[in-house]
Every structure is written in C-alpha cells, then in structure tokens.
C-alpha cells in the first residue's frame, strides 16, 4: 500500500459489459440521475393546487428562472423548449458536485494489487462528462441557429467573401464556436478536480482545521459552476439566434 497523497486525473475502470468499460465515475452518475428522477417524481407527487411554502418557494424559484431565460432569449416560446434543457444540466451538475461530499465517494473501494481502486468518484473530475455535456450543449446550439435563421443565414456569421476583414473576422467566429467545446468541459473539469485536490491536501496536513470550511466553499463553487455552465449554453443559444450583423438592418 501507498501512503501519502495520490491524485488521479483519469477515472479508474472496475470492470466491462460487453466490451464496454465501467468506470467509478459512470456509476456514480448513474446514482446521481437515479436520485435526480426519485426525486422529481417524489416532488411531482405532492403537489398541490393550493401550495405550501416548501412548493411556493420552489415555484417562485423556477418562476425567477424560466422569466430569465424568457427575457435573454425574447421569448417565451423558446423559453419553454430550452427551459428544460438548462435546469437538466444545472441540476446534473449540482447534484453530481454536491454527491462528492458524502461519506463514501472516493473512500470506499477495493484494493486491486498495489493500486487502491474507488467504487465511486466525483463525476465531473472525469473529463469524459463534462466534455459529453459540452457536445450536448454545441449542438443543441448549432441545430438552433441552423433552424431558427436558416442555413445561409447562420452560415454567414463564419463565412463572409464580400471582403478580407469580413471572412477574417468569419473564421476566427468560426474557431471561437468549436473551442466552446473545450472551453465548456475544461472550466468544469478544472474547477472541480482542483477543489478535490485542495480539500484532499488540507485533510492529509490538517485534517481538524481546514476541511470543513473548504467543503462549504466547494459547494459554493459547485452551485457556481453548474449555473455558469448552463447559463454559458443559454447565451451561446442566443447568439445563435440572432441574425448576423447587417441583415438586421437590411
């Protein structure tokens, strides 16, 4: 067995399914998406026509939100398709950065030789999910402005031949629409593996001080996270509905 501390920036595989491999962080999100639909439907079924103040609360909260996302957008029926999409990713995210601090993720596991392999782990300190939920978010954008505008339209913002500047400012449009994927999944990924770093350093050096306090502001930064994330695909959705410069005035 190893002492000290270990960090590990791939998640560890436990075993396949037909091929496939089964990593900690993929049953760990599978717990987070079995809690999130227990309790949407534990939610749902005490809802009454007459609320109490735990639904009154949750209904001016979600009320706060979808008029939110109604103004940005400037419209309430596009509201009402992306609404759903949004609060999806923000409460995976939440939910999967909150689940890190309960007792047994990342603690509890199984000894395969030498190496120490956990049966569960923070899900967003695999690349391979915050990554997968910025492909989500580029093509729930792109297929936006696509529908919404038109192909020639939407095709105008990356590709401009009426002169040098426009189809130079074209395709850095076009390079800063692919690295979105990159910046999205790294922002998250970043951001959570260096809190689970910072917390595993202060509980290997100081483990009745420090940890505490660093908890709470991870889950600041968890909450701030899941919300930049969403709200980040909430205004690249706007952009993409918006017609390029000229054709407004034309």
């Known amino acids: 067995m190893q002492e000290g501390i270990h960090v590990a920036i791939a998640s560890e595989k436990l075993g396949e399914f037909f091929g496939v491999p089964i990593t900690n962080t993929l049953i760990t999100s599978w717990i987070v998406i079995a809690i999130l639909v227990a309790v949407a439907f534990l939610v749902r079924g005490k809802l009454k026509m007459i609320p109490g103040k735990f639904q009154t609360l949750l209904e001016e909260m979600f009320a706060y939100v979808y008029g939110y996302v109604a103004e940005t957008l400037e419209s309430r029926e596009m509201a009402r398709k992306f609404f759903p999409?949004?609060?999806?990713?923000?409460?995976?995210?939440?939910?999967?950065?909150?689940?890190?601090?309960i007792p047994g993720v990342g603690s509890l596991g199984f000894w395969h030789g030498e190496e120490f392999l956990p049966l569960f782990r923070s899900v967003n300190t695999d690349l391979n999910i915050p990554l997968m939920l910025a492909i989500v978010a580029f093509f729930v954008v792109e297929i936006t402005g696509i529908l919404t505008i038109g192909v020639i339209k939407?095709?105008?913002?990356?590709?401009?031949?009426r002169s040098p500047i426009g189809f130079a400012v074209g395709l850095v449009e076009l390079?800063?629409?692919?690295?979105?994927?990159?910046?999205?999944?790294?922002?998250?990924f970043g951001n959570i593996l260096a809190g689970e770093v910072i917390i595993?350093?202060?509980?290997?050096?100081?483990?009745?001080?420090?940890p505490v306090p660093l908890m709470m502001f991870e889950i600041f930064i968890g909450f701030l996270q899941a919300a930049i994330f969403s709200?980040?695909?909430?205004?690249f959705?706007?952009?993409?509905?918006?017609?390029?410069?000229?054709?407004?005035?034309h």
Do not use: C
């Open 154 to 161: 939407y095709g105008k913002k990356f590709i401009d031949l």
């Open 85 to 101: 999409l949004l609060m999806t990713i923000f409460l995976f995210v939440f939910a999967s950065n909150i689940l890190e601090f």
């Open 175 to 188: 390079i800063g629409e692919l690295v979105r994927v990159v910046s999205l999944s790294f922002r998250l």
């Open 231 to 235: 709200l980040l695909t909430l205004f």
């Open 200 to 210: 595993l350093v202060a509980t290997y050096f100081m483990p009745y001080f420090l």
């Open 237 to 249: 959705i706007k952009l993409a509905v918006t017609e390029p410069h000229g054709e407004e005035a």
